[in-house]
């Protein structure tokens, strides 16, 4: 199964850790910069100007960092009311408007955010991030032809940025276009072979697409092979097992991914599938607890082909 919230933490990390380099570079070569001194009193005026411009360049830095420090902790109020702190002191800086766009985002302000966004874009037409932010913005709205707009505007600006197809082939996937999602998804590997979640993409959406089940398999088994603690492969290869008839290896596969994250809807509905068809009496409970979870999981995944066989008197 993929996990699109990631791709956007991937992005925003990106970013944050741009931030973070720039804002160190900053802060070590203004050290001492807001201390008063008494020699600014016959410095000539342009050098104090300069000053001045640098002890606002610190304060904006000092200001994001602490937007992006609450952002991190989940506390979008405080992020926000610093982000627009920093934003006062230059309100074309690109980091900061996608940064304060991703705020906005958490806080369920899509207008806000697409207008972050947008500015960011405007300010730098070649910034991809920006674009890949504001598309997913779009999509959430099932906005698709503006989503869709703003994915092939990253990819185009930056053919050779793996993330920017993978942000495209994710969208595809979720509208059930799955000759492009795996074309972007192949792409975005070929620029970038260890990315174990785009391994992991193509694998389910190989699943989804009711492809060859091997060929389904091996890019599942690429990405355990590339991660091995990257719960939602397991998920994935647990469902591709139960297509190609190998049940008991889909419950080791869920249950590891299960190890990872116990409350893993899809990872208990696959391994009590998997187990009715093995007659094992803790079926129900799976099926049962992944029903707790996600109501309608059940329908979901009969959507996919997978269904809870009926349970015999040797399962009772």
Not at 8 to 28: D, P, Q
Not at 75 to 86: G, M, Q, S, V
Not at 165 to 176: A, I, K, M, S, V
Not at 259 to 286: E, M, Q, T, W, Y
């Amino acid at each position: 199964m993929t996990a699109g919230p990631v791709r956007l933490r991937h992005g925003l990390l990106i970013g944050g850790l741009l931030f973070a380099v720039v804002a160190v570079v900053i802060l070590v070569s203004t050290r001492g910069a807001s201390y008063p001194n008494p020699v600014d009193l016959v410095r000539p005026a342009p050098e104090l100007n300069a000053r001045s411009q640098v002890e606002r360049d610190v304060e904006r830095t000092v200001f994001g960092l602490q937007c992006l420090d609450a952002f991190i902790r989940n506390k979008y109020a405080a992020a926000l009311h610093h982000c627009d702190l920093a934003l006062s002191q230059n309100p074309n800086d690109v980091m900061l408007l996608k940064l304060r766009g991703n705020v906005n985002v958490a806080l369920g302000k899509s207008k806000a955010a697409i207008a972050d966004f947008t500015r960011a874009a405007t300010l730098a037409p070649r910034d991809t991030e920006a674009y890949r932010f504001r598309g997913t913005v779009y999509a959430s709205l099932r906005r698709d032809s503006e989503a869709l707009a703003d994915f092939n505007r990253a990819v185009a600006v930056a053919p050779g940025d793996p993330l920017s197809l993978e942000f495209r082939g994710f969208f595809h996937e979720t509208r059930g276009r799955y000759a492009p999602a795996i074309a972007d998804f192949l792409a975005s590997i070929k620029l970038q072979p260890q990315s174990y979640h785009v391994w992991n993409s193509l694998c389910w959406t190989y699943f989804l697409a009711h492809a060859d089940p091997h060929e389904a398999l091996a890019a599942c088994n690429r990405a355990v092979d590339l991660n091995a603690h990257y719960a939602n492969s397991y998920d994935s290869r647990g469902f591709v097992l139960i297509r190609l008839g190998r049940y008991q290896a889909a419950v080791d596969d869920f249950s590891r991914a299960l190890a990872v994250n116990p409350k893993f809807a899809s990872s208990l509905f696959g391994r009590g599938v998997a187990k009715v068809h093995l007659h094992d009496r803790s079926a129900a409970r799976d099926i049962a607890m992944a029903k707790l979870i996600e109501p309608g999981i059940e329908a979901r995944f009969a959507g996919y082909g997978i269904r809870v066989p009926a349970i015999g008197p040797s399962g009772t």
